[in-house]
């Protein structure tokens, strides 16, 4: 669903102001210019089935009397000519080429820049004439996926009027000086990289999503990503807690968005570490999900690492006891390099939990205690999921009162080790954050 699909299916209950797309929360914010048209929308959609993009869609009035807007306009429907992009679920690289093959067949795209303070965000600024060229692309590609399943657009008008390109490259482009850096024809970086170990086919995100901006295509002629890759898979990491955090923690949270190889502290920045993982792009998925979220009172830090690898040196005793380096590269908790990779959901931190691979008999009770004595916040509602008669395993869902705490009880209890009577073989409890919002 995208921001044309809500403005066309809502249009009839009055003049719409504003739209801001919630892509993970699969839900949005709609603006009428007055109250009445709002009532009419709710209204409607308690009596009869409102449908948007041939989907069933639900109505409530929101707590906000406004949407906030991301410039200071007081008239932000009159938009601006360059548009601001914030890439959700990069699983794949976002270059000035993916970009332009998106942007450019709605309207003639001028310049393009990219960068990675915040997760990936690109600006794209459309001709001088053309307000309604880039008001036009907002309202066909917000809330879309550029890959199915992932790289979801999230657009804004942005504050600047126009761009400064010094060069045209990946991470930059002016198409009205096609000579600042010479370079073959204006073509996607597709298909997707076959030399990626996450690399997830479109069969099996075909569920996920139905109108991808991009399609997936076989491993094959991979050969076109060569040299077309992310600075580093070396992520830094700052914010850490001195005394709750160690490198199997960070592992913890970071092997969610991809294969975690190793983990130095850094002894001269105390509360920073380095994460190497399996490559760039978990790096940038990484970058996305976990930077600014907070861990045991502390906002993290989370960037793509100038360094290309994390060397051994300088070892020493964290606070906890436990070394200031480790290799995770042999582990078989790292979740991306099995046959069943392409089952990985990668999902913002969220207040639901979704553990399996834990003992059949565990109990609430038991879980409960668990969090007790490792102090960690105790998950307010439980759920268990029906398991297969075959099953050797249980799964389900933990609801915490905060995106916080759920955080925490996972850097903390994910790969936690359950033994239980009559079994040799410890359980190895797994929890990452599911895609549902409450229980």
Known sequence: VVEADL?????????????MMMPFKRQALVEFDSVESAERCVSCGTREAVYVAEQQAFFNFSTSQRITRPTNADDPSSGNKVLLLSIQNP???????????????????LRIVIFKRNGIQAMVEYPDSSVEDAQKAKLALNGADIYAGCCTLKIEYARPNRLNVVR???????????FLLQRGPHCPLLPLPGNSRYRRSSEEVQDVISYPLLVSKSASSSSSFLGHTSSSSVAMVSGLHPNKMNC????????????????????SVPGTALVEMGDEYAVDRAVTHLNSIKVFGKKLNVCVSKQQAVILSQVFELVDGSSSYQD??????????????????IQPPATVLHFYNAPPT???????????????????????????????TLSGLLEFDSKTEAVEALTVLNHHQIRIPNSSNPFTLKLCFSTSSHL
Not at 248 to 264: A, D
Request: with cysteine; net charge positive; hydrophobic share 35%.
């Open 248 to 267: 199997s923690r960070i592992f913890n949270l970071f092997c969610l968005y991809g294969n975690v190889e190793k983990v130095k502290f850094m002894k």
């Open 362 to 392: 565990l109990s609430q009770h038991q879980l409960h205690k668990l969090c007790t004595e490792h102090n960690v916040p105790v998950f307010t509602k439980f759920k268990v999921f029906d398991a297969k008669p075959s099953s050797k």
């Open 7 to 19: 403005v066309e299916a809502l249009d009839k209950f009055g003049n719409i102001c504003y739209v």
């Open 91 to 109: 699983l794949y690289p976002i270059t000035t080429d993916v970009l332009y093959t998106v942007c450019n067949p709605v309207s003639n795209v």
């Open 328 to 345: 995770f590269s042999l582990t078989r908790n790292n979740r991306f390099s099995s046959a069943h990779s392409g089952r990985n959901i």
């Open 168 to 178: 045209n490259d990946n991470s930059s482009w002016d198409y009205s000086k096609p």
